[in-house]
């Protein structure tokens, strides 16, 4: 295993089911974890206790700590702090595809040093709210390295990248799931994110009547049998 600098510490890594040794040479399929901004990883690591259990799963801590303690991927402009909801005006879409570039690059270089590529094992991307944001842009960024992605109470970042291309061809396995009450996903976002996994993926949607900027009971079930049909 590479320790070297990635901007993503490797020995903050949290596993479920493997480990850092084993990464490059276990024939498990593995699910890579990011979590939303503010978190510091252990809630994904918590979730995937309520997924398919025959799977590695490794939850990455964002590289960026927060002054009250938490993590984030990169940093994030608020049309309204008070419900956190996300800013869409152009500077603010500009600066959130810069930094979930930056992101993304600093996972998969962190991927690449753990060896989890040369395996050959299916591998899948699970990301809540800003970590689904760098999982998309990881998706765009290196087409073909994943058998799937699940984007929860996210969004595609703007601008277009090399690799679009060939995901409009190749259309990997997507599940989108979303509150129709989420109040830090502006509509802005989600019309673009509907368009972009539209024409780039094979989309499997969910909507939660209700449901705000979160993960349900209800969706958890169907999270679980998209993992199956896709590492399988």
Same mark, same amino acid.
């Given at each position: 295993?590479?320790? *070297?600098?990635?901007?993503?510490?490797? =020995?903050?890594?949290?596993?479920?089911?493997?480990?850092?040794? =084993?990464?490059?040479?276990?024939?498990?399929?593995?699910?890579v974890g990011l979590h939303g901004y503010g978190a510091d990883g252990t809630d994904?690591?918590?979730?995937?206790?309520?997924?398919?259990?025959?799977?590695?799963? @490794?939850?990455?801590? #964002?590289?960026?700590?927060?002054?009250?303690?938490? !993590?984030?991927? %990169?940093?994030? !402009? %608020?049309?309204?702090?008070?419900?956190?909801?996300?800013? +869409?005006?152009?500077?603010?879409? $500009?600066?959130? /595809?810069?930094?979930?570039?930056?992101?993304?690059?600093?996972?998969? /270089?962190?991927?690449?040093?753990?060896? @989890? %590529?040369?395996?050959?094992?299916?591998?899948?991307?699970?990301?809540?709210?800003?970590?689904?944001?760098?999982?998309?842009?990881?998706?765009?960024?290196?087409?073909?390295?994943? *058998?799937?992605?699940?984007?929860?109470?996210?969004? +595609?970042?703007?601008? =277009?990248?090399?690799?679009?291309? &060939?995901?409009?061809?190749?259309?990997?396995? +997507? %599940?989108?799931?979303?509150?129709?009450?989420? =109040?830090?996903?502006?509509?802005? *976002?989600?019309?673009?994110? *509907? #368009?972009?996994?539209?024409?780039?993926?094979? +989309?499997?949607?969910?909507?939660?009547?209700?449901?705000?900027?979160?993960?349900? /009971?209800? &969706?958890?079930? $169907?999270?679980?049998?998209?993992?199956? !049909?896709?590492?399988?």
């Amino acid at each position: 295993m590479s320790t *070297a600098s990635t901007g993503i510490d490797p =020995t903050t890594l949290l596993w479920r089911g493997g480990d850092a040794e =084993t990464a490059a040479t276990s024939r498990v399929p593995l699910v890579v974890g990011l979590h939303g901004y503010g978190a510091d990883g252990t809630d994904i690591l918590s979730l995937t206790g309520q997924l398919p259990q025959g799977y590695r799963y @490794v939850s990455v801590p #964002a590289p960026h700590i927060q002054p009250e303690g938490g !993590r984030e991927w %990169f940093p994030l !402009r %608020f049309a309204d702090p008070m419900t956190g909801e996300v800013a +869409v005006d152009t500077d603010a879409q $500009l600066s959130l /595809e810069r930094g979930a570039n930056d992101a993304a690059s600093a996972l998969l /270089e962190l991927l690449d040093g753990l060896g @989890v %590529f040369t395996s050959g094992v299916p591998i899948a991307l699970l990301g809540y709210s800003q970590g689904s944001i760098v999982a998309m842009q990881a998706l765009r960024q290196r087409p073909g390295s994943f *058998a799937g992605a699940l984007l929860i109470s996210g969004l +595609v970042a703007v601008g =277009t990248l090399p690799g679009d291309a &060939e995901l409009a061809q190749t259309r990997p396995p +997507v %599940f989108w799931g979303r509150g129709d009450a989420d =109040t830090v996903i502006p509509a802005l *976002a989600v019309e673009h994110t *509907a #368009a972009w996994l539209e024409a780039h993926a094979d +989309v499997q949607k969910y909507v939660e009547a209700g449901l705000g900027h979160a993960v349900s /009971e209800t &969706e958890l079930p $169907l999270m679980a049998a998209f993992l199956e !049909r896709v590492l399988e």
